[in-house]
């Protein structure tokens, strides 16, 4: 089994940055890929970026040069850096880890933009 721990999600006013950290532990021995995934109330869950073992990232056409996917695999954390937030950010935010045809997912982490 592999667990998945959110933090950094916070209350933050519109342009600023907050740094979202997944802690992954249990079995892992390889991944397909990681990703962050979020959800408003009452939309349906979205890919916000992905980066797969080979460092390759896909981001949402709505969050490209503003946020960034990273991962430290000996620590075995993925990060999601957001800088001028916007509003329309505000959502539950959910780690992911894909492999061998599994999905993996943490509980969830609460981003609201807000002044």
């Known amino acids: 089994q592999v667990q998945l721990v959110e933090s950094g999600g916070g209350l933050v006013q519109p342009g600023g940055s907050l740094r979202l950290s997944c802690a992954a532990s249990?079995?892992?021995?390889?991944?397909?890929?990681l990703g962050w995934y979020r959800q408003a109330p009452g939309k349906q869950r979205e890919l916000v970026a992905s980066i797969t073992s080979g460092h390759s990232t896909n981001y949402a056409d709505s969050v490209k040069g503003r946020f960034t996917i990273s991962r430290d695999n000996a620590k075995k954390m993925v990060y999601l850096q957001m800088n001028s937030l916007k509003p329309e950010d505000t959502a539950v935010y959910y780690c992911?880890?894909?492999?061998?045809?599994?999905?993996?997912w943490g509980q969830g982490t609460q981003v609201t933009v807000s002044s």
């Open positions: 992911n880890l894909h492999v061998a045809r599994i999905d993996y």
């Open positions: 249990g079995s892992i021995f390889s991944f397909s890929s």
